[in-house]
């Protein structure tokens, strides 16, 4: 755990009491702060009681005697309307932070120069950072990975010059954190997303672009989307940070870029190293995840000793194991891979899925759609062998499917787990795959993804004893 020392004998407000929010506590209090937690569900104050922290009603305190309201990065900020709890600290000119401002402000008191990579984005935070911290491992290092991935930033420990520590931070967490200042800093791409929380996507770039603006260091950039090339030319134009550009469209001159699968690195528009092939890496598939390695070898070497890296960089990212339901590698029975992708709850999403893979696709999908369904998809249709329909969305899928793509209405996940291995095994096709990528959330059949993903996996090992016999 880090003590957060720098609000010693004074008193902070605490927002939002779940996991994050009940860390910040402990940390406060353990650099020696006062602290007075609240939270608007009775069952959060409950759980705060109970793990012994000081409940204060926050709506009849006297906030002169605050020195700053940390809120949880779920609570509004700014839209749809600032939370009640920010607007009280802002009419008593009470700062609001979260608690990735806390952990800056601690390694700025006690350990300036202790490296920090964060990573920020619309698509690929989560593959990207735990890459980052796989390679880093695997080069025997120390290293503390949290923030929006795993624990929260609090739990970690401590900065220090010997330890790395890697941070996915969402725009929640960075609009709560003004001094944010890693070593490497991280911005993959930028689309449309959370509108409701940051009202325009001009807002949400600018939350998104001030993290790379602050690095001590360097700026990886994504320059795929319009919004991060603009940022990444108005950063090297300022001259600082300096601004490491990665790419899968486009060969760039400072920077990684893969058209075919293969990293390729340039400085000054001239070819460095050796490439890096990433063919055959099967938690790497597709370009979405040639941008996350691109991402993640510029960021390891752009460390203050990354050149020490690079020569265990090809072997480390073979090893990476992945993350659990993102194209995750479940099990294979026969020429039949099965592969669990069950965070991809919209379409956006399961394009990646579908686009990582040239066919014979025995496609699992459905529950509560998103707006737009999965019309976006329609060019990958020739890839699919059958679909399998679960959940809310089986009329509206099967609607937009039509005559393009045989489907089946499952119904549910089980059924459709077993008529898709049914058939993908009877067709015997090399290179088969059950790709449960459902484009919908779970809520109609399951508390979340996770749980959804982990049924999955739990039918496809039930499948595999059956065949086995043991």
Known sequence: MIRVSTFKDRTVAVFGLGASGLATVRALEAGGARVAAWDDSEAGRKQA????????????ADWSEFAALVLAPGVPLTHPEPH??????????????????????????????????????????STTTALIAHILRDLGNDVQMGGNIGRAVLTLEPPAESRIHVL??????IDLAPSAAPTVAVLLNITPDHIDRHGTVEHYRDVKRRLVENAQGTAVVGVDDHWCADIAED??????????????????????Y???????????GHEQETPIGLDGIATLRGSHNWQNAAAAVAAVTALPNGSTYRVGLASALRSFPGLAHRLEIVNRIGSVEFVNDSKATNADSTEKALASFPGNIYWILGGKPKAGGITTLTPYFSRIAKAYLIGEATEEFAATLGTSVPFERCGTLDVAVRRAAGE?????????????????????????????????????ADLVFERSGT
């Open 168 to 173: 996915e931070l969402s725009s929640f967490q």
């Open 235 to 256: 950063l090297a134009a300022r001259g600082r940070p300096k601004v490491r550009r990665i790419s899968v469209r486009e060969p760039v001159a400072d920077g990684i």
């Open 84 to 125: 009640w709890t920010v607007l009280k600290a802002q009419a008593a000119g009470v700062e609001v932070i979260g608690d990735v401002e806390l952990f800056f402000r601690e390694r700025a008191a006690t350990c300036p120069n202790a490296p920090v990579i964060a990573i920020t984005g619309t698509n690929g935070k």
């Open 49 to 60: 009681a109970d793990a012994g922290a000081t409940l204060v009603d926050l709506a009849s």
């Open 424 to 460: 993908a095994l009877d067709a015997g096709n090399a290179n088969s795959v059950v790709l449960l990528s459902p484009a919908c959330a779970s809520y109609d059949q399951f508390k979340n993804f996770e749980v959804r993903g982990d049924a999955f996996k739990r039918l496809v």
């Open 258 to 268: 893969s058209l075919d699968g293969t990293l390729h690195e340039r400085t000054h």
